[in-house]
């Protein structure tokens, strides 16, 4: 359903992903190669505005390589997406480092010192990484079986299939590192991704969602583990997230009419328009 209670069709909700995928694919391709999808592959930004404040990370020997693949992953993701159902332009992203400050600041509660930078190092571009494939999974998740049209099915699972890939090998990395301390902040890793966590489940408004990277028993595999690669529910099964969900979480706001953070304009396509529309403010229309 879109905010003004029509239903939305496969390619409003298939188009809707893009969203996240423009966000991915910018920041895994500065943060990578220097560069983004205006140099890779100018024609899927759809004449869009650039991101703003997207940056190349220093990224160790390891983790480079795998950014670089996933950076290319998402061009593929956004071509096969317009090829299948249509595009939009590329929305305007807020990739500046006081913008992931501010996020880290709010999710540990308290004004790191300095100011969290995401393209600082490995850790912190990994933590920050932390914070986009999964919204996107849980989307996914959630968009597949309101799907009718086998071509959006196929396209769709076949997308899961590589987030919910590049989710579980930024967990495993940051898993790998849980107990180093984040300097020169007195948090570790895991404290981290689990207060990462708490923020997302909170923006998101519809319960436990997400969890970091060590839980409790009472959250492990079977009630058995402390460990949590990867993300699921009592019976191991992937979180989903509606749309207005994931707006909340990734404008920040905890509204879904309400732009702001990494979309500072708001996101594009009909479902995240009507929301803007309902309300009464911000820019009407869609695109």
Do not use: C, W
Not at 40 to 62: E, M, T
Request: aromatic share 10%; charged share 20%.
């Amino acid at each position: 359903m879109t905010a003004s209670g029509q239903a939305a069709t496969d390619t409003d909700l298939v188009q809707f992903s893009l969203n996240l995928e423009f966000m991915e694919a910018e920041f895994f391709l500065n943060g990578a190669l220097g560069e983004g999808l205006d140099d890779v592959s100018p024609n899927l930004a759809q004449g869009g505005p650039p991101p703003a404040g997207a940056r190349k990370a220093n990224l160790d020997i390891l983790v480079a390589p795998i950014i670089k693949e996933f950076a290319y992953q998402e061009v593929g993701h956004i071509r096969a997406i317009v090829r299948t159902v249509g595009g939009f332009p590329r929305p305007l992203l807020n990739l500046r480092r006081q913008n992931f400050a501010k996020f880290f600041d709010e999710a540990v509660g308290f004004t790191l010192i300095p100011p969290f930078d995401p393209y600082a190092n490995s850790i912190n571009f990994l933590l920050a990484s932390y914070l986009i494939p999964y919204v996107g999974l849980t989307g996914y998740v959630g968009t597949l079986p309101n799907l009718t049209a086998p071509a959006s099915r196929r396209l769709v699972a076949s997308l899961l299939g590589v987030k919910a890939g590049q989710d579980a090998v930024i967990r495993t990395l940051l898993y790998e590192r849980g107990s180093q301390t984040v300097l020169p902040y007195l948090l570790t890793v895991a404290e981290f991704t689990n207060r990462i966590s708490a923020l997302r489940n909170k923006l998101g408004k519809s319960g436990n969602k997400d969890e970091g990277i060590r839980v409790p028993v009472t959250l492990g595999a079977e009630n058995k583990t402390t460990s949590n690669v990867l993300s699921a529910d009592v019976n191991s099964l992937s979180y989903a997230r509606t749309p207005p969900e994931i707006l909340r979480i990734v404008y920040g706001t905890g509204n879904e009419s309400l732009h702001g953070r990494f979309f500072p304009q708001g996101a594009n396509g009909k479902i995240a328009r009507t929301y803007v529309t309902v309300a009464g403010g911000g820019r009407g229309g869609y695109k």
